[in-house]
């Protein structure tokens, strides 16, 4: 079992490495800003939608572990 985590793993990190994530009109009005004004909104876009699956996901485990400490307490009383 630890093998195949560790090799996962290591598969992801490697196919990662040389990914060009951003789709062909992102890439032309990015490559057209002079200023860079445009990458710096669409960089901050990119993490506020990225944020919000990290906080639900966080949000619903404290709840797991709430109720699963609470369950365990009252078995053990």
């Known amino acids: 079992m630890k093998n195949k985590t560790i ?5 992801f990190v ?3 490495i040389d990914v ?3 789709c062909s009109m992102c890439r ?3 490559e057209t800003d002079a200023d860079g ?3 710096e909104g669409i960089n901050q876009g990119i993490l506020y939608l990225m944020a ?3 906080l ?3 949000v619903i485990a ?3 572990y709430k109720s699963r400490k609470q369950a365990k307490k009252e078995t053990t009383s």
């Open 56 to 58: 639900l996901v966080g």
């Open 37 to 39: 004004s445009k990458a």
């Open 62 to 64: 404290y709840f797991i």
């Open 7 to 11: 090799i996962t793993i290591i598969f």
């Open 20 to 22: 060009s994530a951003q």
């Open 52 to 54: 919000f699956p990290y």
């Open 28 to 30: 032309a009005v990015l």
């Open 14 to 16: 490697l196919l990662s």
